[in-house]
């Protein structure tokens, strides 16, 4: 790893001025009582004390993108003769998320595997993540909501980050993760780290220590698939929920889209948009039938695709970082580390597994 | 963009026929503009496409020409929703976009020297008409083939203009059933899994090869069961509200297969072992 460098908080305004050049730079600030990742600019104060309210998601999966243009053009010499033109949209400015948290990082860990597989490569994606360099900063408390540490993460964690700083005494120690982090530390206004180095293991070893018991998540692929059929337990689960889809927009890891046309005369664009599993109209098919009829129904494949299904894809690993922003969020409080380990407490017995559909706990 | 494939992006294609089938099922022939795309175009039987219209949207289709027959792609599309409804008003020289092959395909391979028995209901006769057009290709890698084909009433039966090629083939025993009596109608009458459990296809060595409406589907495994049917004898198709078609967007998984690339092909034992969602 290259030398560790310290940024003076006097100096923070200039180093994120000197990374704006040639890059949009995406900060967390206020916006009204949220707090939310926009440029930065002459004057903006990054804020740097909590968690942001919503994930950086969008600086690599936009909320809303032109998969395409198409244009309908009528042939003059033949009226009656329309060709269609497509135009594919311009590369993605390169961009930088400054300030995210760990969890914010990790998010892209589970993006990457389903849209950056070796079966599969997301142009629209891979492009914009090769655009976007992240500079993180590691957590120096936990809150009552973070579970980081319970899904193979903690509040120091590098996977996915190009930097980390981490908050001592007058400014940040940074280090390089990736090549494009020792390109971002090679500003004169970073000085080496020296002894500020050894403060800085401190305070990430507090913050480990910070972070209350972790819930314990081994067996949650297996133990959800057992409660596939258990309509009583989701129904319970789900009762609270209003099906309102905060959890989905807010969560670093949660990647589902729709796309749809929208047409204007002779021209249109096709969108790409996030959407979200717990709508009703997600999966309704043109006849009429649905899947996933009732909440319960749709709460279940969250949690399922978050503990279970992709898990049992993608050799283990769990898609979600631990943020807490679904719970945080949630208007009535659903947590999601309550139903995952109800279903694992509640792992049902042989005789149990073998009881028809809808049997109850 | 970087240089690699755009998964989203549609290759233009111009209708060169259209075919209404039935009152709601309109049959459209295409060809892509590209010309060597279109030469080098592959696919196996029982792939799917996504047909665009542009201003409305995409959603997916049945390839239902076999690949032995290059000269134009074929989709039946079902009159059901926005991008349908459409689809349904273009007609020869329009241009649509198209996204294919997507999915697998049937596995023809492992029924080479079996016997084959299709079963379709209604417009879930397009899959299978891929699959029976290539094996009367290739008919000498497969042994007896079995249609039975029913719909609603004579007016829904699409594929009309083939049917007595079908019916008049001695290498292909076909039956065509509507659900009620009507004028005219000079084959069954009954609805597929009673007549099926009366023609009483061997399940020795056989492969039954079954799509429609769900409901049929059901009543037709039972029969498929009683008439000694394995569930790894008996293939069909899944339907689902499909968006991205390549594995991502989430819509159409059943636990952890997604639809629109581990399927649109299952057996029944594989159905089996998916969670309960469909």
């Known amino acids: 790893m290259a030398q560790a460098k310290f940024l003076k908080e006097a100096d923070l305004a200039a180093w994120l001025g000197e990374l704006a050049k040639g890059r949009k730079v995406l900060v967390p600030q206020k916006d009204g009582d949220a707090v939310v990742f926009k440029p930065w600019h002459e004057g903006v104060k990054p804020v740097l004390d909590r968690q942001a309210t919503e994930s950086p998601k969008k600086a690599v999966f936009p909320a809303s993108e032109k998969l395409f243009r198409f244009s309908y053009i009528k042939d003059p010499e033949n009226p009656g003769k329309v060709r269609v033109e497509l135009e594919e949209p311009e590369k993605p400015e390169p961009a930088l998320v400054f300030g995210g948290r760990p969890c914010d990082a990790r998010g892209f860990l589970i993006f990457d595997r389903v849209y950056d597989s070796p079966k599969t490569r997301d142009s629209y994606y891979v492009a914009r993540r090769e655009a976007t360099a992240f500079v993180t900063l590691a957590c120096p408390e936990a809150s009552n909501t973070c579970f980081c540490h319970a899904v193979g993460s903690g509040p120091a964690d590098t996977a996915g980050s190009d930097a980390l700083m981490t908050p001592v005494e007058g400014g940040y120690v940074l280090e390089a993760i990736s090549p494009k982090g020792e390109e971002l530390l090679k500003s004169p206004l970073l000085s080496d780290a020296g002894d500020k180095l050894a403060q800085a293991e401190r305070v990430k070893a507090q913050a480990v220590e910070s972070l209350p018991p972790a819930p314990d998540f081994a067996g949650s692929p297996e133990a959800l698939m057992a409660r596939f059929d258990d309509m009583g337990f989701w129904e ?113 017995t042989a005789e149990e597994s073998a009881q028809p559909q809808g049997a109850k706990q | 963009m970087t240089e690699m494939p755009n998964l989203y992006l549609p290759e233009m294609a111009t209708i060169i026929e259209t075919v209404q089938e039935t009152p709601t099922i309109k049959t459209f022939r295409l060809v892509l503009n590209n010309e060597q795309r279109m030469k080098d175009f592959h696919f196996e039987p029982g792939q799917v496409g996504q047909l665009s219209v542009f201003g409305t949207g995409e959603a997916t289709f049945v390839i239902n020409s076999p690949p032995t027959r290059k000269e134009y792609l074929q989709f039946s599309v079902m009159r059901a929703g926005e991008v349908t409804a459409r689809l349904h008003s273009l007609n020869s020289g329009d241009q649509v976009g198209v996204r294919a092959p997507l999915g697998n395909w049937f596995p023809y391979e492992d029924m080479k020297g079996k016997d084959i028995v299709f079963i379709g209901g209604g417009i879930g006769m397009a899959p299978l008409r891929t699959l029976m057009l290539f094996m009367l290709d290739n ?140």
């Open chain 1, 236 to 348: 319970n689960a789900s009762a609270k929920c209003i099906s309102c889809g905060a959890c989905t927009y807010l969560c670093p890891t949660c990647y589902c889209f729709s796309i749809t046309d929208e047409e204007s005369g002779m021209k249109g664009v096709r969108m790409r948009s996030w959407d979200n599993c717990m709508s009703y109209q997600f999966t309704l098919e043109a006849s009429g039938h649905n899947p996933r009829p009732t909440k319960a129904h749709r709460l279940k494949n969250r949690v399922g695709h978050k503990f279970s299904y992709y898990p049992l894809i993608h050799k283990g690993a769990i898609a979600c970082c631990g943020c807490g922003r679904c719970i945080k969020s949630c208007p009535v409080s659903v947590d999601i580390r309550e139903i995952v380990t109800m279903a694992i407490e509640a792992a049902p």
């Open chain 2, 139 to 278: 008919r000498a890698d497969y042994g007896n083939i079995t249609l039975l084909y029913g719909a609603r009433s004579p007016v829904d039966m699409a594929f009309q203009y083939e049917l007595p090629e079908w019916l008049g083939r001695e290498d292909l025993k076909t039956t065509l059933t509507i659900d009620n009596p009507a004028q005219g109608w000079e084959h069954r009458v009954g609805l597929i899994p009673n007549v099926l459990l009366e023609m009483e296809p061997s399940a020795k060595n056989s492969v039954a090869i079954t799509c429609g409406p769900p409901i049929m589907i059901k009543f037709t495994l039972q029969a498929l069961k009683k008439l000694g049917y394995k569930d790894e004898q008996i293939i069909t198709t899944l339907e689902k509200r499909m968006k991205c078609g390549v594995g991502i967007c989430g819509r159409c998984n059943i636990g952890t297969k997604y639809v629109c690339v581990d399927g649109p092909v299952f057996s029944y034992a594989q159905l089996k072992e998916l969670p309960n969602e469909l």
